[in-house]
């Protein structure tokens, strides 16, 4: 297995600070899904945001179908040293549009079926189109941490300046964005943001709606882990379905709380083959539920479903909830007594480490506090699904990660190719920190310490 090199990193890193996407493509590309479906600015307040993932997913997965036909010749670092000389020289987008296999347009699809869902219950909404300022939680992801505050803090502004009070969005990860990182590190943050399903459920109990697919489907569904986990939205989403005739909704094994990853956390870019391999193992537990349709509410985790399938040579589909809702609702409705639902909210992790600043002193210091507390009883590793992948290595696990930031800060020697290699094949799912008997947030331990390995210089 390859390492990862970091220019892929920065690759990303710098498109989100330049252009507003991982990729590079661009807010002009970006936004043309809400032309003529939307107003332009917010209405009351209120808009519905894309987000920086579901607009250019489509070209992820002609990348990725182009990274596989070509791996061992080249890899995503090499595509990421093309980008920018390509983007320089204009032919950027046209470039990845034929190098990548072209768009598949069911991402923004899922965002024009999410709007007309949204309408039809009666949720005013506008849109920014160009004025949306990316979330650039892709900063936080790799732990560009300085980065993301002061780009965050810059989003606050501009929100203000747009007269932005409400957020509603498709995407999970921003969402988590908005809602738990935002809050830390923009002082006075005082923007509401809902995920799409909060709000539909919400409408869809209060005005006692029901529709009708109008045909009978086996339907399954992926919880994404942004959503379920750490968001703590589940009982929404089985509300809606139970809501819609026709669909018959089969669990999976782990589900909810517990759900299981799709292979998404930003290692689809940086591990492709081990991003792969945790999508294996999750469609073949999808696949034994029998349905014939699977769904979820993340564009990452549709990429990284549709790749597993691809890769086992099933023709299973997988399409987001929107979509789904939104053709049921085109065939109409019936009423039944409308009702005001408080959906439960899960809260799922440990309290999270509090850090008084980025400077490499606070960091260390809680790092050092945090992962010394750390039993190494290795309860964390057991459902780990990227040390499952990379074949129970404990220096690829939940542990080994935790022990590497402790030498880390502890000031022992470590390799760049080693932080790289273990805290940059972690996908950020959060599963191991359900387990930890000490509380540890695991996942959120593992950003900071990306960071600190970044601002110590460890890594280039
Ligand atoms: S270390 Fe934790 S957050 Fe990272 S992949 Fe493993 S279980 Fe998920
Ligand atoms: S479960 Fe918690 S205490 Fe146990 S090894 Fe993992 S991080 Fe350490």
Redesign the pocket.
């Known amino acids: 297995m390859g390492s990862i090199v970091p220019e892929v990193v920065s690759f990303a890193a710098r498109n989100t600070k330049e252009v507003g996407d991982v990729l590079g493509i661009g807010a002009d590309k970006r936004v043309k899904w809400a032309e003529g479906l939307l107003e332009r600015g917010p209405v009351k307040g209120t808009i519905f945001y894309a987000g920086e993932m579901y607009p250019v997913m489509g070209y992820s997965e002609g990348a990725f179908k182009i990274l596989k036909r070509v791996e061992g010749l080249m890899n995503i670092n090499h595509l990421a040293k093309v980008g920018p000389i390509m983007r320089k020289l204009g032919i950027y987008t046209v470039g990845m549009n034929s190098l990548w296999g072209g768009i598949n347009r069911r991402y923004e699809k899922a965002l024009q079926d999410a709007v007309k869902v949204l309408r039809g219950l009666g949720v005013e909404i506008g849109f920014l189109f160009e004025d949306e300022p990316p979330s650039g939680v892709a900063l936080h992801t790799y732990g560009l941490l300085r980065e993301f505050q002061e780009h965050a803090n810059w989003v606050h502004r501009r929100l203000k300046e747009l007269g932005v009070k409400k957020i509603i969005t498709l995407d999970p990860i921003v969402a988590t964005a908005f809602r738990l990182y935002y809050p830390e590190f923009v002082p006075g943050w005082d923007v509401e943001c809902y995920h799409f399903v909060e709000v539909v459920a919400e409408r869809m109990a209060e005005l006692g709606l029901k529709f009708d697919l109008g045909r009978r489907i086996k339907v399954t569904y992926h919880d994404p882990c942004y959503l379920a986990r750490t968001l703590g939205v589940v009982d929404e989403v089985r509300f809606i379905l139970s809501r819609i005739e026709g669909v018959e909704l089969v669990e999976p094994e782990r589900r909810g709380i517990f759900t299981g990853c799709s292979g998404d956390g930003g290692l689809e870019l940086t591990q492709p083959p081990v991003a792969r391999k945790v999508a294996l193992d999750r469609v073949m537990e999808l696949k034994k539920t029998g349905a014939n349709l699977v769904l979820t509410s993340c564009p990452a985790c549709i990429l990284m479903l549709r790749t597993g399938f691809d890769f086992i040579g099933q023709r299973v589909g997988v399409e987001d909830l929107a979509s789904l809702i939104a053709e049921a609702m085109a065939r109409g409705s019936e009423r039944v007594e409308g009702e005001v639902k408080n959906f439960k909210r899960y809260r799922v992790f440990p309290k999270s480490p509090h850090f008084d600043s980025l400077s490499l002193e606070d960091l260390s210091r809680v790092l050092k506090m945090e992962t010394d507390r750390?039993?190494?009883?290795?309860?964390?590793n057991v459902e780990c699904p990227t040390s499952k992948a990379m074949n129970r290595l404990e220096s690829r696990s939940?542990?080994g990660r935790?022990t590497l930031i402790n030498s880390l800060v502890s000031g022992d020697p470590v390799r760049p190719k080693e932080v790289l290699d273990r805290l940059y094949t972690c996908v950020l799912c959060g599963r191991?920190s359900q387990?930890?008997?000490?509380g540890?947030h695991?996942q959120e331990l593992i950003v900071y310490g990306r960071a600190y390995a970044i601002y110590s210089g460890t890594i280039p």
Not at 374 to 380: D, E, I, L
């Open positions: 750390c039993k190494k009883c290795g309860f964390c939940s542990r935790v191991c387990e930890c008997p000490a540890l695991v």
